[in-house]
């Protein structure tokens, strides 16, 4: 996943909810998305997630972004999802907005448990 461009990351994404019990999955289009990638549900719960695969830690910036595009599509609740880690400030930021990460380890997990 590593080697992935940014939009080839979205759909692995996708893919990855859908094959753990995630319905409704939606790929938003690229630009003006309002910081959300993929619109999902699951158990009732409609999520906004935010996708970023990079070579560094993931920074405060995709948890503003994922809070604001959450309100936006009217989503119960806001995650960024990476295959990387995040900064302190990211930690920080998303546990003051209530916004999941889910980061490598999380993602690697997704990959092992499919339905």
């Keep these: 996943m590593d080697d992935m461009e940014g939009h080839e990351f979205e759909y692995f994404c996708a893919d990855l909810l859908r094959d753990n019990g995630f319905t409704d999955v939606e790929v938003t289009r690229g630009s003006g998305d309002y910081g959300v990638d993929i619109l999902a549900e699951r158990d009732g719960v409609t999520y906004a997630v935010q996708c970023k695969c990079h070579t560094d ?59």
């Design 57 to 115: 830690p993931v920074g405060i910036r995709a948890v503003q972004e994922v809070y604001a595009g959450r309100d936006y599509y009217d989503r119960m609740v806001g995650a960024v999802m990476t295959n990387q880690y995040f900064t302190s400030a990211a930690v920080r930021a998303a546990e003051k907005l209530k916004i999941l990460l889910w980061d490598r380890g999380y993602v690697e997990a997704m990959m092992e448990e499919k339905e």
